[in-house]
């Protein structure tokens, strides 16, 4: 009972005394570099309350959605078509590894001379990075179907919409979903990336003049920010997951 109570109260006492912490530690701090965080609080709160959040945090999230949502249907669509068929996935296979590994950081200048500064280019470069996670899970996933249900379907002589939709979609999900995961770390990171390098607007951005400006407290709003985003994002995935996974889990 002791250890039940433990279990749920740690994910609850490890951010306090971590907040605690930092706030004690920071209190008397002259460092520039490092200011209280009692000031940085205010400062996220002058900021990202009402001030800054539409001219910010808004084209931040339009472009994290729409890269992410990209990367979702384009990597579990591609990745079913090419789990299907094992000939064309063993011939891709060295060009897909190729990808995976090639860092979409790298490719921010040739993407801003190409498309330009602007949203455009930070949708494509998220999709980019972000779209591999989910489109290697699912072919893996699509791929580790039963074979009794490869029988099944071609004793019954199912229709090729509902063996994908009903048999295999829902076989390879879990997998699908640990590629979600991965992508939604990668698009938010990439996010970031784009922000410094091809923005006007966004809170990489806002964390990079910062920055420039020696402006520490609202450096360090913005970067927590980013970090609340990020955990809030994983959240709601995991909500969606668990219950899109309910029957999985039921018959664990």
Same mark, same amino acid.
């Given at each position: 009972?002791?250890?039940?109570?433990?279990?749920?109260?740690?994910?609850?006492?490890?951010?306090?005394?971590?907040?605690?912490? /930092?706030? #004690?530690?920071? =209190?008397? +701090?002259? $460092?520039?570099?490092?200011?209280?965080?009692?000031?940085?609080?205010?400062?996220?709160?002058?900021?990202?309350?009402?001030?800054?959040?539409?001219?910010?945090?808004?084209? $931040?999230?339009?472009?994290?959605?729409?890269? *992410?949502?990209?990367?979702?249907?384009?990597?579990?669509?591609?990745?079913?078509?090419?789990?299907?068929?094992?000939? #064309?996935?063993?011939?891709? %296979?060295?060009?897909?590894?190729?990808?995976?590994?090639?860092?979409? !950081?790298?490719?921010?200048?040739?993407?801003?001379?190409?498309?330009?500064?602007? &949203?455009?280019?930070?949708?494509?470069?998220?999709?980019?990075?972000?779209? /591999?996670?989910?489109?290697?899970?699912?072919?893996?996933?699509?791929? $580790?179907?039963?074979?009794?249900?490869? %029988? !099944?379907?071609?004793?019954?002589?199912?229709? &090729?919409?509902?063996?994908?939709?009903? &048999? !295999?979609?829902? $076989?390879? +999900?879990?997998?699908?979903? =640990?590629? #979600?995961?991965?992508?939604?770390?990668?698009?938010?990171?990439?996010?970031?990336?784009?922000?410094?390098?091809?923005?006007?607007?966004?809170?990489?951005?806002?964390?990079?003049?910062?920055?420039?400006?020696?402006?520490?407290?609202?450096?360090?709003?913005?970067?927590?920010?980013?970090?609340?985003?990020?955990?809030?994002?994983? !959240?709601? *995935?995991?909500?969606?997951?668990?219950?899109?996974?309910? /029957?999985?889990?039921?018959?664990?």
């Amino acid at each position: 009972m002791k250890k039940g109570i433990l279990w749920i109260l740690l994910p609850i006492v490890l951010p306090v005394s971590l907040f605690l912490a /930092w706030w #004690i530690s920071s =209190a008397n +701090a002259d $460092s520039i570099f490092f200011p209280p965080l009692q000031i940085i609080l205010d400062r996220f709160q002058e900021l990202w309350l009402f001030a800054l959040f539409g001219e910010h945090v808004i084209p $931040s999230l339009l472009a994290l959605g729409v890269g *992410l949502s990209l990367s979702i249907v384009i990597g579990v669509s591609g990745g079913v078509i090419l789990g299907l068929n094992q000939q #064309i996935v063993s011939a891709l %296979d060295p060009v897909l590894q190729f990808f995976r590994y090639l860092p979409a !950081v790298a490719l921010l200048p040739l993407a801003i001379q190409l498309i330009g500064i602007g &949203m455009d280019m930070r949708i494509a470069i998220i999709v980019f990075g972000a779209l /591999w996670p989910v489109l290697l899970n699912t072919i893996e996933g699509v791929r $580790s179907v039963h074979p009794s249900l490869v %029988d !099944v379907a071609k004793s019954y002589q199912i229709r &090729m919409r509902d063996w994908i939709f009903r &048999m !295999v979609l829902p $076989s390879a +999900a879990p997998q699908i979903f =640990a590629g #979600i995961r991965a992508c939604l770390a990668v698009a938010v990171i990439l996010m970031f990336a784009s922000e410094l390098m091809g923005s006007s607007r966004g809170i990489g951005y806002f964390i990079l003049e910062a920055q420039r400006q020696f402006a520490m407290p609202e450096m360090w709003s913005g970067m927590i920010l980013l970090g609340i985003v990020g955990y809030l994002l994983n !959240v709601a *995935l995991m909500v969606i997951e668990r219950r899109a996974l309910s /029957w999985h889990q039921k018959t664990r």
